[in-house]
């Protein structure tokens, strides 16, 4: 039998459950703790517990949010080095360029640019400087640096400049660790690098959190490998993970999207998740979440993550409905709902003593609502409904009616009979969706290249290529390995005919 | 002349996104080479094409390429301020102030930052009133001003001139070769311009134009209105359509970027459809069926909500926009500016109507 254990270490709950083939066959909710860790260990003896077969699952998949709070929150970052190469071109926009003042002095160590780099189609800009990476590489050791990022013009289309810089720098200071820009973005040079510098600021938090997951669950007595799962519902080993920590920033509201997917048996379809202060619309494609393509702004630095697109309402079952006029939120009593809402108790009307009125869910004390004006009732929840709707008609990509999944503490608010959707669909599980969709994370491999004079198929074909090696190299049995997502785009100005062609396949684990 | 402040720099990124009409590259790297040179110490001045001598000599800049290119062979000021300074040593003559060739997109910005390496004042203007894609597409064009010399700076120590040019048509063919032999991105100083023809034929106020237009969007957010009613507002503008992205369809063809997009409509425009065409920049829209807009009419895709341009290259399946329409300047209007940049021009076989008819 297959056993996979799904954990979410979210800001409010630790989530985990196992899944035994496709059956959930236990789920726990904890609450999450200051230390992450202890959090987890609880929500793994919980899970043991309800199913003792848990300490037999084959892999365990962990998301969190926990790198995205660390920049946000300016806490456990380290000193980087950035080493550009790339000029002469680019020498007035050095790196960090553009980021928030506070971040960049708390991150910044060293900043380095150097000749090299290359041109869109391969050729190179200038040559290396090497000599000049060997004295950058001693003054990072001299200064006692321990992690550098490096970004080189062109990259993603010719790494060797990247390369090199890094066997430099493993021969002069071999403890550092080095982020490499291409590894981890697209086309856009500052942007790749801002990623590559958060990266590495974050690199050590990452080594010491994943050691720490590792440890709860060794402790619990499980010994399968572990994975963190990644902003696009795929995962990576822990190991790996723990170099890459930008690559889980938005692992949250992915992981929702694709619990729902699952617990739905449903791959194309949008998904509304109802937490207790705002509410995720996003839209799935072929079982994964459709991505923004804008610029993503991680704690004020502009970067190109993978990242889902998501529309937040300000509506959850902690928010706030005022009588007169009638109003439905945008504040929340967040996750003091248990102390301040009607039915606990409280004095605070909120979304959820209005639901429990209607009968729509069955929480705390519900003689504490039934004064309750019916029309009040009634009106609070055909606002609520018009929020959801045009919050659904935003978010769809089609014409006609689809599906709509809730997940969520809060899916209870969804009601039957939606405008512009066919059907909407309340699973078991749905609270914990997000677990699960930890737990059902495949890995990805994905190429965004620049080919010149190839017919469109071709060019595909290449780049499809190109994405399977790189899924396979992270894990991937090849036998499982589709295409989610290929994408094409001329270049205006660029010669021949150049065509922009960006290719993401996933498969399931191998083994 | 005036002085410039930064935040009127910042603004001028935000209005000269929108008249860049979807192309022209986004300003964002030449706003952030703008605050750095403003965090040195810089103070760049504004002109009016009045205080200029009719003798005057004024570098008509821009930066060439790809915008794909310029993502990662990052804008210079240095660089487009060897382009003016190699017109000069070729000229023989130095020049009394510059001026941006297109004031929608990065090109809005790129004289300010070799204003700033040269201490030479901005004219406050264009040649376009927008952006276009092709070099004959100019008022300077359209007056058949001469279309030579001009200079071509790479950040190696690479320089081209190119000294004279049978037409239009063959600068921008000789110049395009240079621009991608040396990477698909250059800063070049176009044909310069005595003050006569600046007073005569320049495109004038536009750079004005552009930070006012940025300031009513910026103002607009801070108070929480919308921002696409405070374009509408400041320019006199039209609102068109508003929907979602159902369908983009893009191709390469003789150096363009040309495709269509397909919106679908929302709130008052629910049920009907509208069809954008372009060339780099947006060409002709089409309501349900019949053509509603086209150039030289700007047409302009923004984000519904933030009020943000999007430029042709990152329009995207599912995004929420609005198009709106603001007025061309008047010289492209003429029957002749018409020849130049009307639809015709763009393969199109329509009549020019403009909206504002």
Redesign the interface.
């Given at each position: 039998m297959r056993r996979r254990l799904g954990i979410d270490v979210g800001g409010t709950n630790t989530d985990a459950v196992l899944l035994e083939d496709d059956a959930v066959a236990a789920a726990v909710k904890t609450p999450t703790t200051p230390d992450v860790t202890t959090g987890v260990t609880r929500a793994l003896a919980a899970l043991v517990e309800q199913a003792p077969t848990a300490r037999e699952a084959q892999a365990v998949m962990i998301g969190t949010t926990h790198f995205t709070n660390a920049v946000v929150q300016r806490r456990d970052l380290g000193r980087v080095a950035g080493i550009r190469i790339?000029l002469?071109?680019?020498?007035?926009?050095p790196p960090f360029?553009?980021w928030p003042k506070d971040l960049a002095d708390l991150v910044r160590a060293e900043v380095v640019m150097l000749e090299g780099?290359h041109?869109?189609d391969g050729?190179p800009?200038?040559p290396f400087d090497t000599r000049g990476m060997r004295t950058a590489a001693r003054r990072v050791r001299e200064l006692g640096i321990r992690s550098v990022a490096v970004a080189a013009?062109?990259s993603p289309l010719n790494a060797s400049c990247e390369e090199e810089a890094a066997a430099i720098l493993h021969e002069e200071c071999p403890d550092v660790a080095v982020t490499l820009s291409h590894r981890l973005g697209r086309?856009?040079?500052?942007e790749r690098e801002n990623a590559a510098l958060l990266n590495a600021c974050l690199i050590e938090l990452a080594r010491t959190t994943t050691r720490a997951f590792t440890e709860a669950l060794r402790g619990s007595g499980i010994a399968a490998p572990l994975y963190l799962t990644q902003n696009d519902g795929t995962v990576m080993l822990a190991e790996v993970a723990g170099a890459y920590p930008v690559y889980s920033f938005a692992s949250g509201p992915t992981n929702s999207m694709r619990g729902a997917a699952f617990l739905s048996k449903r791959d194309e379809a949008l998904v509304i998740d109802v937490g207790g202060t705002t509410t995720d619309i996003g839209?799935l494609r072929q079982g994964f979440p459709?991505e923004a393509?804008?610029v993503v702004e991680i704690g004020g630095v502009r970067t190109l993550f993978r990242m889902p697109?998501l529309l937040s309402l300000g509506l959850g079952g902690g928010t706030i409905v005022r009588r007169e006029p009638l109003a439905i939120g945008p504040a929340s009593v967040g996750y003091r709902l248990t102390e301040q809402a009607l039915v606990f108790g409280g004095d605070v009307l909120t979304v959820t003593d209005v639901a429990v009125a209607a009968g729509l869910i069955d929480l705390g004390d519900r003689a504490r609502v039934a004064s309750l004006p019916a029309a009040l009732v009634k009106n609070s929840l055909a606002r609520i409904r018009a929020m959801i709707e045009e919050g659904v008609?935003?978010?769809?990509?089609?014409?006609g009616d689809a599906p709509l999944i809730a997940v969520g503490g809060g899916s209870f608010l969804v009601p039957p009979g939606l405008a512009g959707v066919s059907e909407v669909l309340n699973v078991p599980h749905q609270a914990v969706a997000n677990a699960v969709g930890a737990a059902i994370a495949q890995v990805s491999g994905e190429v965004d290249q620049?080919f010149q004079d190839l017919p469109r198929d071709e060019a595909i074909a290449r780049a499809r290529a190109a994405a399977e090696d790189k899924a396979v190299a992270a894990g991937a049995d090849p036998a499982t390995i589709n295409v989610v997502e290929v994408e094409d785009?001329?270049?205006?100005?660029?010669?021949g005919?150049?065509?922009?062609t960006r290719v993401r396949v996933v498969g399931d684990i191998a083994g | 002349m005036r002085p410039v402040t930064v935040e009127e720099i910042e603004s001028l990124a935000i209005g000269a996104w929108i008249l860049g009409t979807g192309g022209g590259g986004s300003p964002y790297l030449a706003l952030l080479n703008m605050r750095e040179l403003y965090d040195k110490g810089v103070v760049c001045r504004l002109m009016d094409a009045s205080e200029l001598a009719d003798d005057d000599l004024v570098a008509v800049c821009s930066n060439m390429g790809a915008p794909l290119v310029g993502q990662e062979r990052l804008t210079d000021p240095k660089t487009m301020a060897l382009a003016i300074t190699m017109m000069e040593e070729y000229l023989g003559r130095k020049f009394r102030a510059v001026m941006s060739l297109e004031i929608g997109g990065g090109n809005s910005i790129q004289p300010f930052m070799g204003a700033a390496m040269l201490d030479l004042p901005v004219v406050d203007g264009d040649c376009m009133g927008r952006a276009f894609p092709e070099a004959q597409m100019t008022s300077f064009a359209i007056h058949d001003l001469q279309m030579y010399p001009l200079t071509l700076a790479d950040v190696r120590d690479n320089a081209v001139v190119v000294a004279r040019a049978a037409s239009w048509k063959w600068m921008e063919r000789i110049s395009r070769k240079a621009c991608v032999e040396v990477g698909s991105i250059a800063s070049t100083c176009k044909a310069p311009r005595t003050g006569k023809e600046i007073k005569e034929c320049a495109i004038l106020g536009s750079t004005t134009k552009a930070i006012g237009i940025g300031q009513a969007v910026q103002a607009a957010r801070r108070a929480h209105r919308d921002p696409i009613e405070a374009v509408l507002e400041v320019e006199a503008g039209i609102k068109i359509f508003s929907g979602k992205i159902h369908d983009i369809a893009r191709r390469t063809t003789e150096g363009f970027l040309r495709g269509t997009a397909t919106i679908e409509g929302l709130d008052a425009f629910r049920g009907h459809v509208f069809k954008l065409a372009f060339q780099n920049e947006f060409a002709v829209g089409w309501l349900d069926g019949e053509p509603r807009v086209m150039t030289p009419d700007l047409i302009c895709v923004l984000d519904t909500v933030a009020g943000d341009a999007i430029g042709t290259e990152t329009l995207r399946y599912g995004q929420r926009v609005t198009v709106i329409a603001l007025p061309a300047p008047p010289i492209l209007l003429t029957p002749k500016g018409i020849e130049h940049v009307g639809p015709r021009a763009f393969g199109y076989d329509l009549d020019f109507r403009s909206v504002f008819a």
């Open positions: 790339g002469p071109s680019g020498a007035s926009l360029v553009d780099g041109e869109f050729r800009l200038v013009v062109f086309i856009g040079l500052l839209s459709r393509n804008s697109d008609d935003r978010m769809k990509t089609e014409a620049i785009l001329p270049l205006a100005y660029l010669p005919n150049s065509l922009r | -």
